[in-house]
């Protein structure tokens, strides 16, 4: 457990921490919105005599908004900068979220949650972008997750608070219009909060760069390693279209497919139809809700254990453990549902079933996504690489999570979660042959390792090519 911390304490100044915890306030927003809806829309339905079909769009275009702001702030991180265009998210939730809190009527509310989409979906990538390119090497794992460790604390947040209002009056005005405190405290954080060193060097601006780095690492070489790394990358001159070419096509199907995976092995069916499940299994709907908050708090605990441990054990380890837990889970799952005989010898199955799930996920594909899109692309590539990544994660989160509700009509509770099961088995075989290790590397020997050149060192040794990293 000591790595991240004795690293840490090494390698960074206090400031980081404090400069990851305003980036990761991102993750707290996408984390509040995910959670805070589903127990908002049981009381916006009586209050606006909502129809099935107005619910979901309330949901959906969130999605939607998501998609178009992760696209658009591919193009604002490198324009505008990966600061800037973090306080503006913050601006737009907050003024989105007052927006959805005051809505007198279902199309207003569905447009404020398209303009809350806009934020959630920039606030998603450029927050662990930014983390990324500012941590040291040693510790970039556990700090770029901070920002899914606020994700699950907000998704935690938003469960208490829908908890804490439910007998309130005018309640999902409140559930809705409280987000736009974090909202407002990322816009006042960032404001004061230092560029990227990267971006920076990108623009010649290597004083201001230096200067930064200098608030952050504590080690002095490290910082004269790092700058040299970076200036012989961003000699390299690319253009977006290298995003197809062949030097970089296998980091972005690593990425796309870690986005696709990360959604259909069915995160989100948990996340929002957690009760839904438990109401399947024959819970009450009250120990329902309060076992949600069990597995909200699972989901906590366990990405504490990724950000401690993701840099001393490496990606790949948690990616694969995480994986292998999804599918027991999901086998348990279908299992319980499809053998009346196991259901009445063992009524609790299914939360545990559901506890390992989520706990399966928080250790592996939860972080290891977010956190290796940060890191495999190349610098001249990074923001539009990793907007494409994120559009996909959105796009297959909007897709599962539409579907869940039907296909367990079509399939039924065993077929669903069989399925998902079925999924998650294809995602290990890819993850085992074709995901790399990226722990204790540079961004630059990254990219350097991806473009299959054999060259400088980490940690004292040679660093191989991608292919010859697989497995190790
Ligand atoms: C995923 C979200 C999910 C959350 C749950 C994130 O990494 O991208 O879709 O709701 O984790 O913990």
């Not at 447009?111 to 998603?124: H, K, M, P, Q, Y």
Request: with cysteine.
């Amino acid at each position: 457990m000591s790595g991240f911390i004795h690293d840490a304490g090494k390698e960074a100044k206090p400031f980081l921490f404090v400069l990851a915890l305003v980036a990761a306030l991102g993750g707290f927003l996408f984390g509040y919105d995910t959670g805070v809806i589903s127990g908002a829309l049981l009381f916006i339905k009586p209050a606006f005599h909502a129809s099935a079909f107005q619910l979901q769009a309330i949901i959906g275009s969130l999605l939607l908004g998501a998609m178009v702001g992760a696209v658009a702030s591919g193009y604002l991180a490198e324009a505008m900068s990966r600061k800037w265009t973090k306080v503006l998210s913050g601006c737009i939730y907050f003024g989105a979220a007052l927006w959805s809190a005051f809505a007198s009527g279902t199309t207003e509310l569905i447009a404020a949650r398209f303009i809350l989409g806009l934020s959630v979906g920039t606030a998603s990538f450029v927050a662990p972008m930014y983390i990324a390119e500012i941590a040291p090497r040693r510790i970039r794992g556990g700090l770029v997750s901070f920002n899914q460790l606020m994700i699950v604390a907000g998704i935690l947040m938003a469960y208490i608070v829908d908890f804490l209002f439910k007998g309130v009056g005018g309640n999902w005005r409140w559930m809705l219009g409280l987000g736009a405190i974090p909202g407002i405290a990322l816009a006042v954080g960032m404001i004061m909060m230092p560029h990227s060193p990267r971006w920076l060097l990108e623009r010649g601006r290597d004083d201001e760069a230096r200067a930064v780095l200098e608030r952050v690492h504590r080690r002095s070489d490290s910082i004269e390693d790092e700058m040299n790394d970076i200036r012989r990358v961003v000699a390299q001159e690319g253009s977006l279209r290298d995003i197809i070419g062949p030097r970089v096509r296998p980091m972005l199907i690593v990425g796309l497919a870690l986005a696709i995976f990360q959604q259909i092995v069915g995160i989100n069916t948990v996340i929002y139809y957690a009760p839904t499940i438990l109401r399947f299994t024959g819970s009450s709907v009250s120990s329902a809700i309060t076992q949600t908050v069990f597995i909200g708090l699972t989901n906590v605990i366990f990405t504490v254990v990724a950000v401690l441990l993701l840099d001393r054990f490496g990606r790949r380890v948690f990616l694969l453990v995480g994986t292998v837990g999804l599918i027991v889970s999901l086998l348990v799952l279908g299992l319980f549902f499809g053998a009346p005989g196991v259901r009445h010898a063992v009524p609790d199955l299914a939360l545990i079933a559901l506890i390992v799930y989520i706990a399966s996920f928080a250790i592996g594909l939860g972080p290891v996504f977010w956190l290796m899109i940060s890191e495999i692309f190349p610098l001249h590539l990074r923001s539009p690489a990793m907007a494409l990544c994120t559009v996909t994660n959105w796009a297959f989160n909007f897709l599962v999570s539409f579907t869940f509700l039907s296909l367990v009509g079509a399939l039924g509770r065993t077929g669903t979660f069989l399925l998902y099961a079925a999924v998650g088995l294809i995602a290990l075989t890819f993850f085992a042959t074709r995901v790399p290790e990226t722990s204790g590397r540079s961004l630059e020997e990254i990219e350097q390792q991806l473009q299959g050149k054999r060259r400088g060192k980490s940690r004292g040794h040679e660093v191989p090519a991608v292919g010859s990293d697989v497995g190790s």
